[in-house]
């Protein structure tokens, strides 16, 4: 579970779950268990970013607590996690006690002008960042100029100090070796190619940081909840070169060697899996990969599928989100596609059976009932629930049968069995 000196050290395969309301940590590691008598160990972390848990009225101690008692209930004796998700230095302090992951965001650091002479000193630092650089695993040598190299590493060096201090920051109160450090580059404007993964690498290392895992900003639209768009083979073939600099760089930089791609995937992204799995198998690589919440959405199907008062509940819970579209979307502009005309009309849906409101909701893309709007909606509309407040969990508790075999089969069927477990 660690480093012999006792460094925390994060497994080779993870799984990343988030759970609004912290009710079904137990369902969630249940997933867990089932991938383990298949064979293999998939480590659950459980992560809730800032923006939730302002959006949800929730603490970080909450998702810790949840963690910890589903873990004790069913005997889980592999390591656990529980992540501060996308936190930077103004955010990260609630997060300190309760959390043993960090996740530093330091996307809108990208673009920033470097210090003046900061480019220069670190190609000068790193001649063999410029020219050909042969990387296993890759069969054409990376080919880069300085003017080139300084173009692609410029904008990322202020970002890279960012995350320095943000890791010095947690540092200072947890303990050097405490605590699994991932830096996330993945909510900015444009992708990553795999020579700027390797310059970001580079620049990782000279500032001191034992990254475990990285987030870069792939090719393709991770939309929160619903499939990939984009191309397939692209994404492969850029997935696959990422995983040889990865490697690359943990020899040649000294950066930790469990270091692993982390992939936030907003959930839900069926049609990489394979390209996943089948990369992460080739170069015997570890991954980590996040999916977004879409828990919650379990619930919805949950309670709709239980009938009666849950079934009511969930019509009510899209009705206000229907009615406060705009600003539940809002601060997921980036990440959703929802087109208005395609939303069912609250009326109609409130005369909806249970099996019109899972089939609707439920990610199953054979099913013509299927409505990936509806479901990005009710996706970013976890705010209608958290102010129904206990009226809310009340039934969720009611329903906690049907919710959780949904929770696990979920995670199970759609994401560990493919990414991890697949022929
Ligand atoms: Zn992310």
């Keep these: 579970m660690g480093y012999p000196d006792g460094r925390l050290k994060l497994e080779k395969y993870s799984l990343g779950v988030g759970d609004r309301f912290a009710h079904q940590a137990a369902a969630q590691l249940d997933a867990c268990i089932k991938a383990e008598a298949a064979g293999t160990t998939v480590i659950p972390v459980w992560n809730k970013s800032n923006r939730e848990h302002n959006i949800v009225g929730s603490e970080p101690s909450s998702v810790r607590a949840a963690a910890d008692a589903a873990v004790k209930a069913r005997g889980w004796n592999h390591q656990y996690c529980v992540d501060a998700d996308h936190i930077g230095v103004a955010t990260v302090d609630r997060f300190i006690e309760a959390s043993d992951f960090f996740t530093l965001d330091v996307a809108d650091w990208i673009g920033k002008h470097p210090p003046r002479g900061a480019v220069d000193a670190f190609l ?3 001649k063999e960042l410029v020219g050909r650089i042969q ?6 040598p990376l080919r880069i100029d300085r003017e080139k190299a300084s173009h692609a590493v410029s904008p990322y060096l202020t970002a890279v100090t960012e995350a320095a201090r943000i890791y010095q920051h947690v540092a200072q109160q947890k303990g050097k070796g405490k605590f699994i450090t991932e ?6 404007a444009s992708p990553q190619t795999p020579v700027e993964l390797l310059l970001i690498l580079a620049a990782i290392s000279d500032a001191g940081i034992p990254i475990q895992t990285i987030a870069p900003k792939f090719t393709g639209r991770f939309n929160k909840g619903v499939d990939y768009v984009g191309s397939v083979e692209q994404f492969e073939k850029e997935f696959s070169d990422d995983l040889c600099v990865i490697a690359h760089a943990v020899k040649r930089y000294g950066l930790p060697e469990n270091l692993k791609l ?4 907003g959930s839900d992204k069926f049609s990489i899996y394979a390209s996943i799995r089948r990369s992460v198998r080739k170069f015997d690589a570890g991954v980590h990969v996040k999916t977004a919440g879409t828990t919650w959405l379990e619930e919805l199907i949950g309670l709709a599928e239980a009938g009666g008062e849950g079934l009511k509940l969930a019509k009510e819970v899209y009705s206000e989100a229907h009615g406060h579209a705009p600003e ?4 997921y502009a980036s990440v959703i596609d929802i087109d208005p005309a395609k939303l069912p009309d609250p009326a109609q849906v409130n005369g909806w059976t249970s099996e019109q409101y899972t089939g609707a909701l439920r990610h199953d893309q ?19 629930a958290a102010k129904m407040g206990q ?7 009611a329903c906690e049968k049907e919710i959780a075999r949904n929770v696990t089969t979920n995670l199970y069927d759609r994401h560990i069995e493919p990414i991890f477990l697949r022929a």
């Design 262 to 265: 982390s992939v936030h995937s």
């Design 183 to 188: 830096v996330s580059m993945d909510e900015t």
């Design 366 to 384: 054979t099913n013509k009932l299927f409505n990936p709007h509806f479901r990005q909606l009710l996706h970013v509309g976890f705010k209608v």
């Design 135 to 140: 990387i296993d695993g890759i069969e054409e």
């Design 391 to 397: 009226r809310y969990i009340k039934q969720v508790e």
């Design 124 to 126: 000068n630092r790193h």
């Design 328 to 331: 539940l979307c809002a601060p």
